[in-house]
């Protein structure tokens, strides 16, 4: 029943998604330009161009542009190979378009230069170098062969040289361009390696916990054998006439039974854990009786006044009995009763499709080092050696069952830790 959140599932990347989506909000300004490039050329400073075709090449940036805007969210990740087919498509365009305005001649044929500085961010080595040879021989290309812009008079010297003047504003534009661009794509690849090391920490600790998984069952193992034989052991002392006759001994040998009987559950329930499977044998409860059971129990061993339980849960739903839930409400109930010496508190509420459990106490609170290191295996306020397990494993075992952890320190003193759980992870439907 419990549902697991693979690496997998959490290693999709969308950082191609993201750096084509820029790539994308580059090819709509480079679009807008051009267009204002074109018409300013032709119309306003009377220099000759073949407006159809070069429009013709700008509307098929418009299309490519459509095409992807279409085909983006609907691609899980976008590779290597489309970011560099869609920087190959913006270097034909640009080619068509100095082509029939000057070549090599044309001061925006740096422009090339922006499309190399791009493939270096995004693309790997070989298509990064790749891209290089296209550019340079599209560069050559246009020295070769492109169609002669006639130039007044008039914008052929000085300020008025137009070359003067398209190199300053192509040189403006590549500025600002890399800037604001490469900008973003390294905040969407520094998002990427957060990603990852989140990842990684999920791992170690998913790793962590396995191997505390498998001691622990081992330790069951070996540890049910002599629990087995102090059982028997202390069973014959009680019926031994000599040891029941002395004072007080007969109530020792009651609560030794009963220590053990504990142990012996403990053992139980550790290995039906660990060898429990998904869906086998499910035990059918509902919220209400699962919640009270789980309080009826831990105040049986702690005491009826230790815990003020409220349940404002609402219309009970049916659940699948979670084990694992179970021992994440009785862990986080016995570090809060440890931290505090007034009763503790739990109150169950429901949000929406959501499962809301707030457990607070009444003792110091946590530190400013422990909230922002909260479920890190070995954080702990307690002065022993292994001490902090137990809030990691919640943390851990809360993921696994798609819900959440947080902690705070309650307003009027105290701490307070809220559990989060989507009621579809253990909703009962049935087959």
Same mark, same amino acid.
Request: proline share 4%; glycine share 8%; hydrophobic share 50%.
């Given at each position: 029943?419990?549902?697991?959140?693979?690496?997998?599932?959490?290693?999709?990347?969308?950082?191609?998604?993201?750096?084509?989506?820029?790539?994308?909000?580059?090819?709509?300004?480079?679009?807008?330009?051009?267009?204002?490039?074109?018409?300013?050329?032709?119309?306003?400073?009377?220099?000759?161009?073949?407006?159809?075709?070069?429009?013709?090449?700008?509307?098929?940036?418009?299309?490519?542009?459509?095409?992807?805007?279409?085909?983006?969210?609907?691609?899980?990740?976008?590779?290597?190979?489309?970011?560099?087919?869609?920087?190959?498509?913006?270097?034909?365009?640009?080619?068509?378009?100095?082509?029939?305005?000057?070549?090599?001649?044309?001061?925006?044929?740096?422009?090339?230069?922006?499309?190399?500085?791009?493939?270096?961010?995004?693309?790997?080595?070989?298509?990064?170098?790749?891209?290089?040879?296209?550019?340079?021989?599209?560069?050559?290309?246009?020295?070769?062969?492109?169609?002669?812009?006639?130039?007044?008079?008039?914008?052929?010297?000085?300020?008025?040289?137009?070359?003067?003047?398209?190199?300053?504003?192509?040189?403006?534009?590549?500025?600002?361009?890399?800037?604001?661009?490469?900008?973003? &794509?390294?905040?969407?690849?520094?998002?990427?390696?957060?990603?990852?090391?989140?990842?990684?920490?999920?791992?170690?600790?998913?790793?962590?916990?396995?191997?505390?998984?498998? %001691?622990?069952?081992?330790?069951?193992?070996?540890?049910?054998?002599?629990?087995?034989?102090?059982?028997? &052991?202390?069973?014959?002392?009680?019926?031994?006439?000599?040891?029941?006759?002395?004072?007080?001994?007969?109530?020792?040998?009651?609560?030794?039974?009963?220590?053990?009987?504990?142990?012996?559950?403990?053992?139980?329930?550790?290995?039906?854990?660990?060898?429990?499977?998904?869906?086998?044998?499910?035990?059918?409860?509902?919220?209400?009786?699962?919640?009270?059971?789980?309080?009826?129990?831990?105040?049986?061993?702690?005491?009826?006044?230790?815990?003020?339980?409220?349940?404002?849960?609402?219309?009970?739903?049916?659940?699948?009995?979670?084990?694992? %839930?179970?021992?994440?409400?009785?862990?986080?109930?016995?570090?809060?009763?440890?931290?505090?010496?007034?009763? &503790?508190?739990?109150?169950?509420?429901?949000?929406?499709?959501?499962?809301?459990?707030?457990?607070?106490?009444?003792?110091?609170?946590?530190?400013?080092?422990?909230?922002?290191?909260?479920?890190?295996?070995?954080?702990?306020?307690?002065?022993?050696?292994?001490?902090?397990?137990?809030?990691?494993?919640?943390?851990?075992?809360?993921?696994?069952?798609?819900?959440?952890?947080?902690?705070?320190?309650?307003?009027?003193?105290?701490?307070?830790?809220?559990?989060?759980?989507?009621?579809?992870?253990?909703?009962?439907?049935?087959?």
């Amino acid at each position: 029943m419990i549902p697991t959140t693979p690496l997998t599932t959490l290693a999709i990347d969308t950082t191609g998604r993201d750096n084509m989506r820029q790539l994308v909000n580059l090819r709509w300004l480079a679009v807008i330009g051009q267009c204002t490039t074109i018409l300013i050329v032709q119309f306003g400073m009377g220099v000759a161009l073949p407006v159809l075709p070069m429009l013709g090449v700008v509307a098929a940036l418009v299309l490519l542009n459509l095409v992807s805007l279409w085909q983006v969210p609907r691609r899980a990740t976008i590779s290597n190979g489309a970011l560099f087919a869609s920087l190959l498509l913006d270097v034909a365009a640009l080619t068509a378009l100095l082509y029939q305005s000057g070549g090599a001649t044309n001061p925006f044929i740096s422009l090339f230069l922006l499309q190399v500085v791009l493939g270096a961010v995004l693309l790997e080595t070989w298509s990064s170098w790749a891209l290089v040879a296209v550019t340079s021989v599209a560069f050559v290309f246009l020295i070769e062969r492109h169609l002669p812009l006639a130039l007044p008079p008039r914008f052929v010297s000085g300020w008025n040289d137009l070359y003067i003047i398209g190199a300053l504003l192509c040189f403006g534009l590549i500025a600002v361009l890399l800037v604001a661009f490469v900008t973003r &794509i390294n905040r969407n690849l520094r998002n990427r390696d957060a990603r990852l090391a989140t990842m990684r920490q999920q791992a170690a600790e998913e790793d962590h916990i396995v191997r505390m998984g498998l %001691l622990a069952s081992g330790a069951a193992h070996e540890l049910g054998t002599p629990l087995a034989s102090l059982a028997v &052991i202390v069973n014959d002392w009680r019926q031994t006439p000599g040891l029941i006759a002395t004072p007080g001994l007969a109530e020792e040998i009651e609560d030794m039974q009963i220590a053990i009987a504990r142990c012996k559950t403990i053992v139980s329930g550790i290995l039906a854990s660990a060898g429990e499977a998904q869906g086998e044998h499910p035990s059918v409860t509902t919220v209400h009786a699962f919640l009270d059971g789980v309080v009826a129990d831990w105040r049986a061993q702690h005491g009826e006044t230790a815990l003020a339980y409220e349940n404002r849960f609402g219309d009970d739903v049916a659940i699948v009995s979670d084990t694992a %839930l179970g021992q994440v409400i009785r862990n986080i109930l016995d570090n809060a009763l440890e931290a505090s010496a007034s009763p &503790i508190s739990l109150r169950v509420m429901r949000d929406a499709s959501t499962l809301a459990l707030d457990i607070r106490d009444h003792g110091g609170g946590f530190s400013d080092d422990m909230l922002a290191n909260f479920g890190q295996p070995y954080r702990s306020t307690k002065a022993r050696q292994g001490g902090g397990l137990g809030l990691f494993l919640v943390v851990n075992a809360m993921r696994k069952l798609g819900g959440t952890v947080s902690a705070a320190n309650h307003p009027e003193g105290g701490a307070m830790i809220s559990l989060r759980l989507p009621l579809a992870t253990l909703q009962w439907t049935a087959s």
